[in-house]
């Protein structure tokens, strides 16, 4: 029988949870002062320990932002696992993922601007983060291609298709912010619904997000005002 009953958990599995804790806190230092007026020393003192500390999990800032990129794409492909686990169709599954991957990136990470600036990592590192996102996006094909064959998606070009809602989830950056109305999921649901309705072979009558039933009561509410 193992020691505590596994009850605790290892040191190495302290040390992992610890780096990931790292890495979504440093993620949410470089998505407010960007990756290139970001030193160490501000993620340490974000975290409130020295940056001698830090170099015990990371060797230095292009690792801790190469470590960003990739946690943001275990991020992606975990919850497109489970888009394709759950969804009953290729559309399904897309917006189970999509929603998915950007509530959780918004949550956990602050707004996913670093998945923008790969051009960042030093000459030489940024080849296995595109790789990995580029391995992303076919997944995300295959499943276009899987709803126009089941009939919930249009035919449409299943790469223009990717394209767009990419575009549309990577531009959260632009526009959300933590501190505002409306809370991950509810942004979350809502873009995805949207964005996704472009290439729905079956739109419903209405938007079905909490956010977009507040926004017509809101409006229904006030019909005088413009």
């Known amino acids: 029988m193992s020691k505590w009953a596994n009850a605790v958990p290892s040191r190495a599995e302290q040390t992992d949870n610890k780096r990931k804790a ?35 999990y990371v060797n230095n800032k292009n690792d801790l932002l190469f470590a960003c990129h990739e946690e943001a794409m275990e991020i992606a492909n975990e919850h497109l696992g ?48 595109i790789a990995l996102r580029d391995a992303f996006e076919k997944r995300l094909r295959r499943l276009v291609e899987e709803g126009i064959r089941d009939g919930s998606i249009v035919p449409v070009n299943p790469k223009l298709a990717v394209f767009m809602l990419l575009g549309a989830v990577h531009w959260v950056t632009k526009w959300y912010s933590p501190e505002g109305p409306w ?43 413009g």
């Open 22 to 56: 790292i890495i979504r806190e440093a993620a949410r230092v470089f998505n407010r002062r960007g990756s290139h007026g970001t030193t160490l020393d501000d993620v340490a003192e974000r975290l409130g320990v020295t940056k001698t500390a830090l170099y015990r």
């Open 82 to 129: 489970i888009g394709e686990r759950d969804g009953s169709n290729g559309l399904e599954k897309i917006r189970i993922g999509m929603t998915g991957y950007l509530r959780t990136m918004i949550s956990d990470m602050g707004v996913p601007v670093l998945i923008l600036e790969e051009n960042a990592l030093a000459d030489g590192t940024a080849g296995p983060i």
């Open 183 to 225: 809370t991950a999921e509810q942004a979350s649901e809502a873009l995805i619904e949207l964005a996704t309705r472009g290439f729905s072979a079956q739109p419903g009558a209405a938007l079905t997000s909490d956010l977009h039933q507040s926004i017509m009561s809101f409006t229904a509410a006030r019909p005088n005002e």
